[in-house]
């Protein structure tokens, strides 16, 4: 990938860089190359503060927790920040929807008919809706599991004291 450049280069015992040492001991191609400054290294400390960072923060990942971050911790970061979006996505086209429509409908009824318009905007949020909604389902749920036990404590106070006969 980036050719024969290494991560780590080994230096000798005696503090020379011994990479690009031929096994006599001279300087190789590669070597020269390095001299002359035709190769051209990479800065990885710019490409991960100038590139990957500002691509981190943006995402609102803090510079203490990029720090202990690894690429594919960085990956999955941004698969869950993509997830985010599309939810935040769907949910604005949902409250134009929703609110948007409720709105134009409620416009167009009172501009054609003036004071016989019937239309009307929504009162409460929808989410508000689906909660009273639920609530109500959840309340009739409780009152039938009490009349349940009720009648549970009536048929075992009834096995337990029957009634006397005269």
Request: hydrophobic share 30%; glycine share 8%; proline share 2%.
């Amino acid at each position: 990938m980036y050719g024969r450049r290494r991560f780590f280069r080994t230096v000798g015992s005696d503090g020379n860089d011994d990479a690009d040492q031929g096994r006599d001991g001279e300087r190789g191609q590669q070597g020269n190359e390095d001299a002359t400054g035709s190769q051209e290294e990479i800065d990885w400390h710019k490409i991960i503060w100038e590139e990957y960072f500002p691509f981190a923060f943006s995402m609102g990942i803090s510079i203490e927790e990029f720090k202990h971050l690894n690429p594919k911790k960085l990956e999955w970061c941004y698969k869950g920040y993509k997830l985010k979006k599309e939810e935040e996505d769907r949910n604005s086209w949902q409250r134009c929807g929703d609110y948007g429509i409720s709105a134009l409908i409620f416009a167009i009824d009172h501009c054609l008919n003036g004071r016989k318009a019937q239309s009307k905007y929504i009162d409460k949020p929808i989410m508000e809706r689906a909660d009273i909604a639920n609530n109500e389902k959840e309340i009739q749920k409780q009152r039938k599991a009490f009349l349940a036990g009720l009648m549970a404590m009536q048929a075992n106070f009834e096995l337990s004291h029957p009634k006397k006969e005269k």
